[in-house]
Nanobody, 117 residues
Framework: QVHLVESGGGLVQAGGSLTLSCVASGIDLGAHHMGWYRQAPGKQRELVAFISSGKVTNYASSVRGRFTISRDNAKNTGYLNMNSLESDDTATYYC???????????WGQGTLVTVSS
């Protein structure tokens, strides 16, 4: 059974930093594409950052230069390092792992990030 468990969310002041973690079990996270998504109240879920199984990264324009996605294959864990947080970054953040070339993908339960201005 596959589980993705996010952690690291919380309340932070604008300009602060947080690092989110996504621990995977039941899959080899390194063999999957991984994405961090977020969903703010009343808004659609959006892709924030992506890292391919080959460690190619891509970012939404709204977070490029402030957020960094990474993965530690030995720990089967993905990370999202978030700096210079803004109130617009307030959302529930979700980890997703996708099988390359397949529609199979997995979601975590989400972790809430609240940025106070």
């Amino acid at each position: 059974q596959v589980h993705l468990v996010e952690s690291g969310g919380g309340l932070v002041q604008a300009g602060g930093s947080l690092t989110l973690s996504c621990v995977a079990s039941g899959i080899d996270l390194g063999a999957h594409h991984m994405g961090w998504y977020r969903q703010a109240p009343g808004k659609q879920r959006e892709l924030v950052a992506f890292i391919s199984s080959g460690k190619v990264t891509n970012y939404a324009s709204s977070v490029r230069g402030r957020f960094t996605i990474s993965r530690d294959n030995a720990k089967n864990t993905g990370y999202l390092n978030m700096n210079s947080l803004e109130s617009d970054d307030t959302a529930t953040y979700y980890c997703n792992a996708a099988v390359p070339g397949d529609v199979t993908n997995y979601w975590g339960q989400g972790t809430l990030v609240t940025v106070s201005s």
